[in-house]
Protein backbone atom coordinates (compact mmCIF):
# COMPACT_ATOMS: atom_id res chain seq x y z
CA UNK A 1 0.00 0.00 0.00
CA UNK A 2 1.14 3.77 -0.54
CA UNK A 3 2.99 4.66 2.85
CA UNK A 4 1.59 8.17 1.85
CA UNK A 5 -1.92 7.10 2.05
CA UNK A 6 -1.18 4.79 5.34
CA UNK A 7 -0.08 7.66 7.01
CA UNK A 8 -2.97 9.54 5.95
CA UNK A 9 -5.24 7.19 7.37
CA UNK A 10 -3.69 7.06 10.94
CA UNK A 11 -3.92 10.81 11.00
CA UNK A 12 -7.80 10.43 9.68
CA UNK A 13 -8.42 8.12 13.37
CA UNK A 14 -5.88 10.28 15.67
CA UNK A 15 -7.98 13.29 14.30
CA UNK A 16 -11.26 11.28 14.89
CA UNK A 17 -10.11 10.54 18.19
CA UNK A 18 -8.98 13.58 19.45
CA UNK A 19 -11.65 16.15 18.00
CA UNK A 20 -14.88 14.51 17.88
CA UNK A 21 -13.46 12.12 21.13
CA UNK A 22 -13.05 15.36 23.02
CA UNK A 23 -16.81 16.29 21.76
CA UNK A 24 -18.10 12.77 23.32
CA UNK A 25 -16.62 13.49 26.44
CA UNK A 26 -18.03 16.99 26.57
CA UNK A 27 -21.56 16.08 25.06
CA UNK A 28 -21.39 13.41 28.33
CA UNK A 29 -20.20 15.30 30.25
CA UNK A 30 -23.35 18.12 29.36
CA UNK A 31 -25.97 15.18 29.90
CA UNK A 32 -25.32 15.52 33.53
CA UNK A 33 -24.47 19.02 34.01
CA UNK A 34 -25.92 21.57 31.33
CA UNK A 35 -23.47 24.49 30.23
CA UNK A 36 -26.40 26.73 31.36
CA UNK A 37 -25.80 25.26 34.69
CA UNK A 38 -21.88 24.10 35.01
CA UNK A 39 -20.77 27.06 36.55
CA UNK A 40 -23.19 26.50 39.98
CA UNK A 41 -22.64 22.69 39.04
CA UNK A 42 -19.11 22.86 39.65
CA UNK A 43 -20.08 24.89 42.92
CA UNK A 44 -22.01 22.74 44.09
CA UNK A 45 -19.17 19.81 43.75
CA UNK A 46 -16.26 22.46 44.74
CA UNK A 47 -15.21 20.09 48.13
CA UNK A 48 -15.38 17.25 46.34
CA UNK A 49 -12.27 18.66 43.57
CA UNK A 50 -10.49 20.03 46.15
CA UNK A 51 -9.83 17.04 47.65
CA UNK A 52 -8.12 16.17 44.39
CA UNK A 53 -6.33 19.64 43.45
CA UNK A 54 -3.07 19.61 44.57
CA UNK A 55 -2.71 15.78 43.38
CA UNK A 56 -4.76 15.56 40.25
CA UNK A 57 -5.84 18.53 38.69
CA UNK A 58 -3.45 21.02 37.77
CA UNK A 59 -3.08 24.66 38.69
CA UNK A 60 -4.16 25.64 34.46
CA UNK A 61 -7.23 23.46 34.75
CA UNK A 62 -8.46 24.32 38.14
CA UNK A 63 -8.50 28.10 36.49
CA UNK A 64 -10.74 26.84 33.66
CA UNK A 65 -13.11 25.28 36.57
CA UNK A 66 -13.04 28.62 38.59
CA UNK A 67 -12.29 31.23 36.70
CA UNK A 68 -11.19 34.80 38.26
CA UNK A 69 -14.02 35.67 36.21
CA UNK A 70 -17.05 35.38 34.28
CA UNK A 71 -17.92 31.62 34.19
CA UNK A 72 -16.17 28.20 33.24
CA UNK A 73 -16.72 27.25 29.32
CA UNK A 74 -16.54 23.63 28.85
CA UNK A 75 -15.01 24.09 24.93
CA UNK A 76 -11.91 25.30 26.85
CA UNK A 77 -11.42 21.79 29.03
CA UNK A 78 -8.75 19.61 27.35
CA UNK A 79 -10.07 15.32 26.86
CA UNK A 80 -7.54 14.94 30.73
CA UNK A 81 -9.79 17.67 32.45
CA UNK A 82 -13.26 16.03 31.22
CA UNK A 83 -11.98 12.58 32.00
CA UNK A 84 -11.46 14.01 35.50
CA UNK A 85 -15.40 15.48 35.70
CA UNK A 86 -16.87 12.39 34.07
CA UNK A 87 -15.31 10.52 37.34
CA UNK A 88 -15.46 12.73 39.69
CA UNK A 89 -18.90 14.38 39.69
CA UNK A 90 -20.99 12.84 37.36
CA UNK A 91 -22.08 9.95 39.07
CA UNK A 92 -21.13 7.19 36.58
CA UNK A 93 -21.71 3.78 36.88
CA UNK A 94 -18.94 1.28 36.68
CA UNK A 95 -19.63 -0.31 33.18
CA UNK A 96 -21.19 -4.07 32.66
CA UNK A 97 -17.76 -5.63 32.67
CA UNK A 98 -15.78 -3.18 34.27
CA UNK A 99 -13.30 0.09 33.50
CA UNK A 100 -10.48 -2.56 32.29
CA UNK A 101 -12.88 -4.30 29.77
CA UNK A 102 -14.42 -3.75 26.09
CA UNK A 103 -18.10 -3.59 27.06
CA UNK A 104 -20.23 -5.83 25.87
CA UNK A 105 -22.74 -4.90 22.98
CA UNK A 106 -25.44 -4.81 25.25
CA UNK A 107 -23.91 -2.08 27.25
CA UNK A 108 -25.46 1.42 26.09
CA UNK A 109 -24.54 3.12 29.16
CA UNK A 110 -22.77 6.51 29.12
CA UNK A 111 -20.04 5.23 30.97
CA UNK A 112 -19.73 1.70 28.37
CA UNK A 113 -19.09 4.18 25.40
CA UNK A 114 -16.57 6.46 27.46
CA UNK A 115 -14.78 3.03 27.94
CA UNK A 116 -14.76 2.16 23.95
CA UNK A 117 -13.19 5.27 22.92
CA UNK A 118 -10.63 4.80 25.48
CA UNK A 119 -9.86 1.31 24.74
CA UNK A 120 -9.69 2.40 20.99
CA UNK A 121 -7.32 4.93 21.95
CA UNK A 122 -5.33 2.63 23.42
CA UNK A 123 -5.51 0.39 20.62
CA UNK A 124 -4.11 3.93 18.05
CA UNK A 125 -1.59 4.84 20.80
CA UNK A 126 -0.12 1.48 20.22
CA UNK A 127 0.43 1.94 16.17
CA UNK A 128 2.18 5.39 16.99
CA UNK A 129 6.05 3.72 16.27
CA UNK A 130 5.03 3.05 12.99
CA UNK A 131 1.84 5.61 12.32
CA UNK A 132 0.52 3.65 9.27
CA UNK A 133 -2.74 1.52 8.85
CA UNK A 134 -4.05 0.03 5.92
CA UNK A 135 -7.33 0.41 4.25
CA UNK A 136 -8.56 -2.52 6.14
CA UNK A 137 -7.72 -1.60 9.36
CA UNK A 138 -8.51 2.14 8.69
CA UNK A 139 -11.87 1.15 8.01
CA UNK A 140 -12.45 -1.25 10.65
CA UNK A 141 -11.46 0.83 13.07
CA UNK A 142 -13.24 3.96 12.07
CA UNK A 143 -16.61 2.42 12.02
CA UNK A 144 -15.92 1.05 15.79
CA UNK A 145 -15.03 4.24 16.78
CA UNK A 146 -17.46 6.32 15.36
CA UNK A 147 -19.97 3.87 16.92
CA UNK A 148 -19.65 4.89 20.53
CA UNK A 149 -19.29 8.49 19.29
CA UNK A 150 -22.52 8.39 17.77
CA UNK A 151 -24.27 7.55 20.92
CA UNK A 152 -22.49 10.12 23.30
CA UNK A 153 -24.34 13.01 20.78
CA UNK A 154 -21.79 13.63 18.04
CA UNK A 155 -23.73 13.60 14.87
CA UNK A 156 -22.64 11.08 12.04
CA UNK A 157 -22.75 13.47 9.09
CA UNK A 158 -19.59 15.68 11.28
CA UNK A 159 -17.89 12.45 11.20
CA UNK A 160 -18.35 11.70 7.58
CA UNK A 161 -17.65 14.94 6.55
CA UNK A 162 -14.15 14.82 9.20
CA UNK A 163 -13.08 11.30 6.65
CA UNK A 164 -13.43 12.80 3.52
CA UNK A 165 -12.28 16.54 4.82
CA UNK A 166 -8.54 16.84 3.64
CA UNK A 167 -5.76 16.81 6.35
CA UNK A 168 -4.40 20.02 7.49
CA UNK A 169 -0.70 20.99 8.45
CA UNK A 170 -1.02 20.41 11.63
CA UNK A 171 -1.90 16.69 11.28
CA UNK A 172 1.74 15.70 12.92
CA UNK A 173 0.43 17.98 15.95
CA UNK A 174 -2.56 15.06 16.57
CA UNK A 175 0.20 12.42 17.15
CA UNK A 176 1.67 14.85 19.75
CA UNK A 177 -1.95 14.98 21.33
CA UNK A 178 -2.18 11.46 21.16
CA UNK A 179 0.75 10.59 23.56
CA UNK A 180 -0.29 13.33 25.65
CA UNK A 181 -3.89 12.40 26.34
CA UNK A 182 -2.72 8.99 26.89
CA UNK A 183 0.31 9.55 29.48
CA UNK A 184 -2.31 12.24 31.52
CA UNK A 185 -4.91 9.72 31.98
CA UNK A 186 -2.44 6.82 33.01
CA UNK A 187 -0.75 9.66 35.41
CA UNK A 188 -4.43 10.48 36.36
CA UNK A 189 -5.60 7.09 37.26
CA UNK A 190 -2.62 6.28 38.76
CA UNK A 191 -3.02 9.09 41.40
CA UNK A 192 -6.76 8.69 41.62
CA UNK A 193 -6.04 4.95 42.59
CA UNK A 194 -3.41 6.16 45.06
CA UNK A 195 -6.73 8.46 46.68
CA UNK A 196 -8.69 5.47 46.67
CA UNK A 197 -6.46 3.27 48.35
CA UNK A 198 -6.15 6.48 51.23
CA UNK A 199 -9.70 6.38 51.32
CA UNK A 200 -9.91 2.94 51.64
CA UNK A 201 -7.53 2.91 54.83
CA UNK A 202 -9.44 5.65 56.15
CA UNK A 203 -12.85 3.44 55.81
CA UNK A 204 -10.83 1.12 57.25
CA UNK A 205 -9.70 2.94 60.68
CA UNK A 206 -13.92 4.17 60.38
CA UNK A 207 -14.95 0.93 60.45
CA UNK A 208 -12.38 0.06 63.73
CA UNK A 209 -13.48 2.93 65.11
CA UNK A 210 -17.32 1.98 64.80
CA UNK A 211 -15.94 -1.87 66.49
CA UNK A 212 -14.62 0.20 69.55
CA UNK A 213 -17.58 2.09 70.14
CA UNK A 214 -19.97 -0.63 69.53
CA UNK A 215 -17.64 -2.47 72.39
CA UNK A 216 -17.78 0.01 74.09
CA UNK A 217 -21.62 0.98 74.19
CA UNK A 218 -21.76 -2.76 75.21
CA UNK A 219 -19.81 -2.12 78.07
CA UNK A 220 -21.81 1.04 79.01
CA UNK A 221 -24.73 -0.73 78.92
CA UNK A 222 -23.04 -2.93 81.40
CA UNK A 223 -22.58 -0.38 83.80
CA UNK A 224 -26.05 0.71 82.66
CA UNK A 225 -27.69 -2.55 84.41
CA UNK A 226 -25.56 -2.45 87.16
CA UNK A 227 -26.92 1.05 87.97
CA UNK A 228 -30.16 0.05 87.84
CA UNK A 229 -29.66 -2.65 91.01
CA UNK A 230 -31.64 -1.45 94.43
CA UNK A 231 -29.21 -0.76 97.03
CA UNK A 232 -31.49 0.37 99.42
CA UNK A 233 -31.82 -2.75 101.56
CA UNK A 234 -28.36 -2.95 101.40
CA UNK A 235 -27.96 0.88 102.69
CA UNK A 236 -30.49 0.34 105.64
CA UNK A 237 -28.84 -2.69 106.63
CA UNK A 238 -25.14 -0.71 107.02
CA UNK A 239 -26.65 2.55 108.73
CA UNK A 240 -28.30 0.47 111.29
CA UNK A 241 -24.29 -0.08 112.35
CA UNK A 242 -23.85 3.84 112.69
CA UNK A 243 -23.46 5.36 115.84
CA UNK A 244 -25.28 8.13 116.12
CA UNK A 245 -23.22 11.51 116.56
CA UNK A 246 -19.89 10.30 115.64
CA UNK A 247 -17.72 10.81 112.66
CA UNK A 248 -19.38 14.24 112.45
CA UNK A 249 -15.69 15.40 110.98
CA UNK A 250 -16.34 13.08 107.90
CA UNK A 251 -19.68 14.42 107.00
CA UNK A 252 -18.32 17.94 107.16
CA UNK A 253 -15.32 16.83 105.01
CA UNK A 254 -17.44 15.38 102.84
CA UNK A 255 -20.26 18.21 102.11
CA UNK A 256 -16.73 21.04 101.82
CA UNK A 257 -15.78 18.45 98.94
CA UNK A 258 -18.92 18.32 97.36
CA UNK A 259 -18.89 22.02 97.06
CA UNK A 260 -14.65 22.64 96.08
CA UNK A 261 -14.78 23.38 92.15
CA UNK A 262 -11.18 23.03 92.42
CA UNK A 263 -10.83 19.50 93.57
CA UNK A 264 -12.53 16.57 91.64
CA UNK A 265 -10.96 13.57 93.73
CA UNK A 266 -11.21 12.37 97.57
CA UNK A 267 -9.95 9.15 98.71
CA UNK A 268 -11.10 7.59 101.84
CA UNK A 269 -9.29 4.92 103.21
CA UNK A 270 -9.08 2.87 105.82
CA UNK A 271 -8.28 -1.01 107.10
CA UNK A 272 -10.79 -3.31 106.54
CA UNK A 273 -13.66 -3.60 108.78
CA UNK A 274 -13.33 0.24 110.38
CA UNK A 275 -16.49 1.31 108.55
CA UNK A 276 -15.94 3.04 105.15
CA UNK A 277 -19.48 0.78 103.87
CA UNK A 278 -20.89 2.02 107.13
CA UNK A 279 -19.94 6.12 106.34
CA UNK A 280 -20.69 5.85 102.54
CA UNK A 281 -24.33 4.71 103.42
CA UNK A 282 -25.08 6.67 106.30
CA UNK A 283 -23.87 9.53 104.31
CA UNK A 284 -26.71 8.77 101.37
CA UNK A 285 -29.07 8.61 104.06
CA UNK A 286 -28.04 11.83 105.45
CA UNK A 287 -27.90 13.53 102.22
CA UNK A 288 -31.23 12.29 101.30
CA UNK A 289 -32.71 13.77 104.25
CA UNK A 290 -31.46 16.85 103.25
CA UNK A 291 -32.52 16.56 100.48
CA UNK A 292 -29.11 17.02 98.69
CA UNK A 293 -30.05 14.63 96.09
CA UNK A 294 -26.70 15.44 93.75
CA UNK A 295 -25.09 14.26 96.58
CA UNK A 296 -27.28 11.55 97.67
CA UNK A 297 -27.12 9.79 94.54
CA UNK A 298 -23.44 10.36 94.45
CA UNK A 299 -23.38 8.35 97.50
CA UNK A 300 -25.79 5.36 96.47
Not at 50 to 77: C, E, M, Y
Not at 117 to 126: A, C, P, T
Not at 250 to 264: I, P, Q, V
Not at 284 to 300: M, V, W
Request: net charge negative; with cysteine; glycine share 4%.
Amino acid sequence: MDPVEAKANFFRVCQLLIDKGGDALRAALHVKHLPSTLAADLNSHKKTLQRIRHTVIKPPQWQLLFPASGVPNSNDFDITLLTILLRNICGLPSPAAGWNAMPPASDTSISANILRIKLYRNDVYGHISSAQYDNVKFETLWQDISKPLVKLGIPQQDIDELKEAPLSSEEESYIDKLKEWKEEEDDLLEKLKDVETKVDNVEEKIAKLQKTVETETLNLSNVNQLAKFDFTGKIDGLCKKFQDGTRDWFFEKLSSWFSDEESRVMILTAGPGVGKSVLSAKACELYKQRGELASYHFCD
